[in-house]
């Protein structure tokens, strides 16, 4: 029996083994096959990590630069983004906070060479204290911190190395011109790959995630609506899948998107390339468009958790008011995906092709209401009253007895009249809650859970007009194009796959 179970320990270990290899595989392949900039970028770090090593490497490169060489690899590890406008940002806070300390070190080795050893090791320690408070109490500031943050750090570790090995080296002057000549050639080599080699811009992936973010929340819309509507009824076991499906995760990443678009925005304004097409990045009100979508991302979120209510709508309700409210929410998704495909192609879009379809559905979805009267109100509202209200003081006396009875079995006399062979503390559970078999009672309750699933659609077509608001002013600000009476786009939702976009004309018209 030992003999086997040692024999068996190898095979399984090796099977073992292998599906952690196979599993990192796919892994790796998969990463790579989301975003294949990223193999390109740790192509481009190699390579750049390589070309500064040679100085270390290579005899006649060596014995001109000295062991400062080391300086321009770390600079290219550093420094080097995934995009142009990290890399360039990252870079100018180096440099900046590089020259800044090497030139104030400079200064103070000056004034503190003028006096004695020990006047100079005095100076010196009072110096990299007030420096070091200083910039690490100004790294509190939110400006400071968002932008220069990077910048302070390598200026207070620069001015303590130099200054502190000033005290030991007689001549700094040419300790802080080598490396500083290092860090220049490394973010040189930086910024050569990041804006001539395959470069990432951040404006446009600020640009890509604002359109996907879009497109994200019309398919959960689409998506809730579908589910709402649908024929089958929900299970149990459906309403605990809700959580992973697609309606999930497109509002999840607008909801989650905001240092996102803040991080980009600022990247983009670093970039000089948008300066040749526009005035200027528009990376702000990309902002202001994530701020608003987020907004309308919260109805999303309100509205997907009407399919998780415990008041039921019967079928029949239901069908009574499906198709304007679905007509309604592909109104309110065909907008927003209009308003995507502007944003993808940078061109302006008919605020009446927007509106117009979204108002006459809005007024469809008013007759449906005004056509059911009886179905919120109720046959005769003045006989219905007195039974709503006998129905409301019934429960409101069982809630009295129930606390009356809670706190006499929370006095002394209560222990008494506890039965034998409970544990302790079982007289002092109440019965449940008849709250849910009272408003089910109600005539009106069927009618409450289609009413609030409405109210938030409408919400959403109000929540709409904002996010029309700062697409047009976005197309403003970046100068896009004009839309022109021939550049229709007809977007062809698919209500079982993913969403399709048809171009008839703007092709052609370009």
């Not at 975003?35 to 770090?45: G, M, N, Q, T």
């Not at 503390?425 to 078999?437: I, N, Y």
Request: proline residues 4%; hydrophobic residues 40%; charged residues 25%.
């Amino acid at each position: 029996m030992t003999i086997e179970c040692l024999k068996q320990k190898p095979v399984s270990f090796m099977q073992k083994t292998k599906g952690f290899l196979g599993s990192l595989c796919g892994k790796i392949w998969k990463v790579g096959r989301d975003d294949p900039r990223r193999v390109i970028h740790a192509l481009k770090v190699g390579f750049s990590v390589t070309a500064v090593s040679l100085l270390y490497l290579m005899e006649p490169l060596f014995k001109g630069v000295g062991e400062n060489a080391i300086w321009a690899v770390m600079t290219v590890v550093v420094v080097l983004e995934f995009t142009a406008g990290a890399t360039l940002c990252k870079g100018f806070n180096r440099g900046f906070g590089t020259m800044l300390a090497a030139s104030l070190a400079f200064l103070f080795e000056f004034i503190a060479r003028e006096y004695g050893k020990v006047f100079r090791a005095i100076f010196i320690g009072a110096s990299i204290f007030l420096i070091g408070t200083s910039t690490t109490f100004l790294r509190f500031f939110p400006k400071v911190k968002k932008n220069y943050d990077y910048g302070v750090l390598v200026f207070l570790l620069t001015f303590n190395l130099i200054t502190v090995s000033s005290y030991r080296v007689d001549d700094v002057m040419k300790l802080a011109e080598g490396r500083t000549y290092m860090i220049g050639i490394g973010s040189g080599i930086c910024i050569l790959m990041s804006l001539f080699i395959f470069p990432n811009w951040s404006g446009e992936d600020l640009h890509n995630h604002t359109v996907s973010k879009i497109e994200g929340l019309a398919k959960s819309i689409e998506a809730c609506v579908t589910t709402y509507f649908c024929e089958e009824e929900r299970d149990v076991e459906r309403d605990e899948m809700i959580s992973e499906d697609q309606i999930y995760e497109n509002y999840k990443a607008v909801l989650d998107s905001k240092s996102t678009d803040e991080t980009l925005a600022h990247h983009a304004s670093w970039e000089p390339r948008y300066t040749w097409q526009c005035h200027k990045f528009p990376g702000q009100q990309y902002v202001k468009i994530g701020s608003v979508l987020r907004h309308f991302g919260y109805g999303v979120v309100a509205l997907r958790g009407s399919l998780q209510t415990e008041i039921r709508t019967p079928r029949s309700v239901k069908l009574l008011f499906k198709d304007p409210c679905i007509h309604l929410a592909s109104e309110v998704t065909r907008s927003l995906m209009e308003l995507a495909y502007s944003i993808k192609n940078r061109r302006h879009c008919s605020l009446e092709l927007l509106t117009e379809p979204l108002q006459q559905a809005l007024q469809d979805l008013d007759v449906a209401l005004k056509s059911q009267p009886r179905l919120f109100l109720g046959p005769n509202t003045a006989q219905n009253t007195p039974k709503i209200l006998a129905m409301l003081t019934s429960t409101a006396k069982q809630k009295y007895e129930h606390h009356f009875s809670s706190i006499n079995m929370d006095s002394p006399t209560s222990i008494d009249r506890k039965p034998k062979g409970a544990p302790d503390g079982a007289g002092k559970f109440l019965r449940p809650s008849l709250s849910k078999f009272a408003i089910t009672s109600l005539e009106f309750s069927e009618a409450l859970p289609i009413a609030a699933f409405v109210a938030l659609l409408v919400e959403l077509v109000a929540r709409l007009d904002l996010v029309i608001e700062e697409v047009e002013e976005l197309g403003r600000v970046a100068c896009f194009k004009e839309f022109k009476c021939g550049d229709d786009v007809i977007l062809d939702v698919d209500r079982r796959k993913s969403t399709e976009i048809n171009l008839t004309s703007f092709a052609s018209a370009e």
